[in-house]
């Protein structure tokens, strides 16, 4: 065959295979050995390029028509008829015309894949040569397998979502939020939210993620399942069909619980890049690879098992170090200088690579309001029930605040989809708990249509708490990622149809080339903190407290127990598992009709053991916990049906007369009840509540949304600086105005509150600390002089400047104009 017909005939060949996820092409490949020509042990390890070569070399110019047949056989018509096309303009001498098919099979919408992906550009950075073009397009083939196979860790009840079809854009802005977290992810993402609504954040696009000149390292942060790697792969794919970044001419996705498996073995940079990416063989050989604009990307630093050292970083390429080496000389820039570097990790982990080394951090926010609209509207079979489901999420407030993550809005879509499609005359689930018991009985109901024999209710109720068992264990170490062995260890059999049920979803199965083992994780996190939460209730129930180990007399005692467990949290680990766990129990109990109940009958809560708890958690509220812990114990309240304390404190609020401080426990009530109204917070007056630093304490929340906050005449002292300081640090802050007049603050706390007044993402307008005991003097290291000194970085961006200042002298007066002046300081108000 004529060199040139044959390389044309392997490029529509192998770009016809690129449209076949990891299943199918394993399939064809079986059709493949079937013709008995080509034996399995050619074929198993062989990857598209070693499979095109093998037809080619053994039927040379029938191995279109060997692979037409098979297309046909494995129902992918529409991709056959792409190639028979294809192959008729070779007939004709016109030459490959390469397509984009879709993969018309297991419920794949064939307009998933409808852009062409072959015909790209090839940027003319180091030469832009043959060899270039072809290792570019070799990569591009590989890249595209690769996500592909990754797309069906979130899926459609009627088959897979391809990224395109799916993908809503999410809210991504520049910056990231100050200070030490103390709440649960769920909490943080739904108070950055609700600041968001009365803030302009810098919002980014993903194709401007590297779009500046100056922009070679980028850091993103977000919650777990608020869509890091989505857009990760939303990035690349747009990258790979040539439709973005056309400058950047190789891009390498490296994910760190893949980078986990080799930690311990040395290796080259190339050589661990090949392990990787095995089809780019010739790279190492490319003379003017260092020239190329490259990009890596790390997904998932937050699961990250390598020891990442700054200080033993490395230059040369063929100098074999270990993998966290590697990663950091990268990162570092001392390796491959003028590569592009993205990072993501939820935040908890940000602190694993200093900040130095990033010209950018943003920050995924999930959803704001208009995005989950359209991700209903999207992903609802019909106008209508997306639009009943929107209204039932919008008016249920716990709803309202979880669907700004997407994979709850995937959550609750299958929920009432599925009761809206099969039109059962049921109570949609109005909690958390609810719905996430809804979730797991369809999904394992999904399961056992997928078996070849149908399991009885009491063995799907026994697989939910294996599942429990393996969620609960990994909860408590903090690991969201587990292996074969862990399943095998709670009698899991990981072969089984468990996999394919969507609560627990294989992630990842590396290629044979790298290692053969499986790496495992729920959906999200909050459905293994839900599962988690069911098994510790089952073991309640049998008289066991998995929490200590030691056995009890009556699931109250475990509900005490989990509860005190929560409150010592200091960053709210266990807040959802908690709610969860009371939220069961009204769930199980005997007068609900839960499908949950059905697969796991013994699971029944004693009203008594229901009605102590309520008691205990109210009298917790009033003691003195955090001001997260505090709220979540009023979510726990409400899963358990029980909202005595808000209704009280709508009445106070509500009446003429609301006269007379409220208590601690009161106070706290009141945070919640603001935190789950619908309105804007544009002014809080915490003087009309309690005038003391517990009162801020326990407002906390509701100051960190509002845009005008009061704390005159509250018997603030300078610890409260401290707390304000941060609260001035965070991104999704709104606060534009603070007074803080007739405090005893004194130089001290001045200085504390400056530490948020200099941040760079402070964008305090107004601050007023009249009579506060600071010192009216411009001497070094007291009141006006720190004041003066420490606002010569705050607020660049504000453009107009005016001070007022209330009990100083002349003298004062003109030092405190001329020092600002000269030092560019440009706050609007400054009453002192």
Same mark, same amino acid.
């Given at each position: 065959m004529d060199p040139a017909v044959d390389a044309a005939l392997k490029e529509v060949l192998r770009n016809t295979l690129d449209n076949l996820t990891g299943g199918d092409f394993k399939r064809f490949k079986h059709y493949l050995r079937d013709q008995g020509q080509i034996s399995w042990r050619q074929l198993e390890k062989a990857d598209t390029d070693d499979t095109v070569d093998l037809m080619v070399q053994v039927y040379t110019s029938g191995a279109g028509g060997i692979m037409l047949s098979i297309l046909q056989k494995m129902n992918h018509n529409q991709l056959a008829e792409?190639?028979?096309?294809?192959?008729e303009k070779l007939r004709a001498g016109e030459g490959g015309v390469v397509h984009g098919a879709a993969a018309h099979s297991g419920g794949v919408k064939p307009s998933a894949l409808s852009g062409r992906v072959g015909e790209t550009s090839v940027p003319q950075h180091g030469g832009g040569d043959a060899q270039t073009d072809a290792m570019k397009k070799s990569l591009i083939r590989k890249l595209k397998r690769r996500l592909k196979n990754r797309f069906s860790v979130i899926r459609h009840e009627t088959g897979e979502w391809k990224l395109q079809d799916a993908y809503t854009e999410l809210y991504i802005v520049e910056g990231r939020t100050g200070g030490v977290s103390t709440e649960h992810e769920v909490s943080a993402i739904s108070t950055r939210q609700i600041g968001s609504r009365q803030t302009l954040a810098k919002q980014i696009h993903l194709d401007d993620m590297f779009s500046g000149?100056?922009?070679m390292t980028v850091l993103t942060l977000g919650i777990a399942g608020v869509g890091k790697t989505f857009a990760v792969q939303k990035f690349v794919t747009d990258w790979v069909e040539d439709k973005t970044n056309h400058d950047i001419d190789f891009v390498f996705v490296l994910l760190f619980r893949e980078l986990n498996i080799k930690k311990e073995k040395g290796y080259s940079f190339f050589d661990l890049l090949l392990k990787y990416y095995p089809d780019l063989k010739e790279l190492r050989k490319l003379p003017e690879f260092t020239e190329c604009k490259l990009l890596f990307i790390f997904d998932g630093l937050d699961e990250s098992r390598?020891?990442?050292?700054?200080?033993?970083?490395?230059?040369?390429?063929?100098?074999e170090s270990s993998v966290s080496t590697l990663v950091a000389s990268l990162i570092a820039g001392q390796l491959l200088p003028s590569a592009h570097i993205w990072v993501t990790t939820r935040p908890a982990a940000a602190n694993l690579i200093p900040?130095?080394?990033?010209?950018?951090?943003?920050?995924?926010?999930?959803?704001?309001?208009p995005q989950k609209i359209e991700f209903f509207q999207k992903n609802i079979s019909s106008p209508e029930k997306a639009n009943a489901v929107i209204i039932h999420v919008t008016k249920n407030r716990s709803l309202h605040i979880m669907s700004y993550i997407p994979v709850f809005c995937h959550i609750i879509s299958i929920v009432l989809g599925d009761i809206l499609d099969n039109q059962r005359e049921e109570e949609p689930p109005k909690t958390l708990t609810e719905v996430y018991a809804s979730f797991s009985v369809h999904q394992i109901n999904k399961m056992n249509r997928k078996y070849s024999r149908q399991m009885e209710a009491e063995e799907k109720g026994q697989l939910l708490l294996k599942l429990g068992r393996l969620a609960f264990k990994h909860l408590e170490e903090g690991t969201l990622v587990f292996y074969e062995r862990d399943l095998q260890e709670c009698d899991i059999d990981a072969k089984s149809g468990v996999l394919e049920s969507g609560v627990c979803t294989q992630i990842f199965k590396a290629e044979n080339s790298i290692t053969d083992e499986c790496i495992f994780s729920f959906v999200h996190l909050s459905v293994q903190e839900f599962l988690a939460a069911l098994y510790a209730l089952n073991e309640g129930v049998h008289g066991n407290n998995p929490l200590t180990t030691e056995k009890i007399s009556s699931v109250s005692v475990l509900y005490r127990s989990a509860v005190e467990k929560a409150l010592q949290s200091p960053n709210g680990h266990l807040d959802l598992f908690v709610r969860f766990l009371l939220g069961l129990a009204s769930v199980v109990s005997h007068r609900v009709e839960s499908p949950l109940r059905k697969l796991l009958p013994q699971l029944a809560v004693a009203k008594k053991s229901i009605e102590s708890t309520v008691d205990y958690i109210k009298w917790q509220t009033g003691r003195n916990n955090s001001a997260e812990r505090t709220i979540n114990l009023f979510h726990c309240l409400n899963e358990l049906g029980d909202n005595s304390l808000v209704e009280e404190i709508s009445r106070y609020r509500n009446s003429t007369d609301g006269e007379g401080e409220l208590t601690p426990? +009161?106070?706290?009530?009141?945070?919640?009840?603001?935190?789950?109204? *619908?309105?804007?917070?544009?002014?809080?007056?915490?003087?009309?509540y309690l005038r003391s630093e517990e009162g801020l304490h326990r407002t906390l929340t509701v100051v960190k949304i509002s845009r005008r906050v009061w704390l005159d005449q509250c018997d603030l002292s300078k610890a409260s600086c401290d707390i304000m300081a941060s609260v001035l640090q965070g991104t999704s802050s709104p606060l534009r105005e603070l007074d803080m007049s007739d405090n005893d603050l004194q130089d001290e706390g001045v200085e504390l509150l400056c530490v948020g007044l200099r941040h760079p993402q402070c964008k305090l307008e107004t601050l007023r600390s009249v009579m506060c005991h600071v010192t009216y003097s411009v001497k070094p290291n +007291?009141?006006?002089?720190?004041?003066?000194?420490?606002?010569?970085? *705050?607020?660049?961006?504000?453009?107009?400047?005016?001070h007022t200042h209330t009990h100083t002298h002349t003298h004062t007066h003109t030092y405190i104009h001329s020092f600002m002046g000269q030092n560019n300081v440009h706050y609007k108000l400054l009453i002192l």
């Open positions: 792409c190639l028979e096309s294809d192959l000149e100056d922009l390598l020891q990442l050292d700054f200080d033993e970083c490395i230059s040369e390429l063929d100098k900040r130095d080394y990033f010209n950018l951090v943003t920050e995924v926010r999930g959803f704001n309001d426990g +009161q106070c706290s009530a009141l945070a919640y009840l603001l935190l789950m109204s *619908a309105e804007d917070l544009e002014e809080f007056d915490l003087k009309k +007291q009141g006006l002089y720190i004041y003066c000194t420490n606002c010569t970085n *705050a607020h660049p961006h504000t453009h107009t400047h005016t």
